[in-house]
């Protein structure tokens, strides 16, 4: 009689688990960059609080794309505010911001030659970190590739990819090395001007 009990139960425990979903998550790799890439900023407003002095010319710029970039799930046509700053390093290291509904994006540049911005960090209007951006290299037809960490509400990183952005207008054409779970694209569009 305890031999059928033991094996009833088993079948039972077997039918109970065999109905439930097993999920197995595997731990998010680190990203293979030092973090935070870039330190905290403070947006109420992005020229003042970059410490730029409000006299500095600024170019604004309002960029309307009528064709949907590959990576974007918005609607189109989208625009945003392109602003560009004097670069005069070490003072104004940013030269670029660019101002989206949702989000701000600050564009930073190592050096005054390349043309293609070095660094970027994202935040909401209100002032929380999205994500953040590293250029890597430059492939050899042109095309810049980044790496790119996004975090979550705790500052936790949620996702981390390599992005190849296109020659010339700076667009995502490929997404690869992908780990976690993305919930916004922010880096679809990089300033590159060689």
């Known amino acids: 009689m305890k031999c059928k009990v033991v094996v009833f139960l088993f079948l039972l425990l077997l039918a109970v688990v065999s109905c439930r979903p097993v999920t197995i998550s595997s731990p998010l790799p680190t990203p293979p960059v030092s973090l935070p890439i870039w330190p905290k900023v403070n947006l109420g407003d992005p020229v003042e609080s970059l410490g730029l002095d409000s006299n500095q010319t600024l170019e604004v710029h309002l960029v309307t794309i009528y064709e949907k970039p590959l990576f974007y799930n918005g609607t189109i046509p989208f625009g945003f505010k ?5 670069r005069k390093p070490p003072q104004s290291p940013i030269p670029v911001i660019y101002i989206f509904d949702d989000w701000i994006t600050l564009f930073s540049y190592d050096d005054n030659i390349s043309g293609i911005a070095s660094r970027a960090v994202t935040y909401d209007k209100i002032d929380g970190l999205l994500a953040e951006a590293i250029f890597e290299e430059v492939a050899k037809d042109g095309s810049v590739i980044i790496l790119e960490i996004h975090y979550n509400k705790r500052g936790e990183v949620t996702f981390w990819c390599r992005s190849r952005m ?4 700076g667009l995502r054409e ?3 090395d992908a780990h976690g779970v993305k919930e916004q694209d922010y880096y679809f569009i990089w300033p590159i001007t060689y």
């Open 82 to 86: 392109a602003l560009k700053l004097p």
């Open 166 to 169: 296109s020659f010339g207008i």
């Open 174 to 176: 490929e997404e690869f």
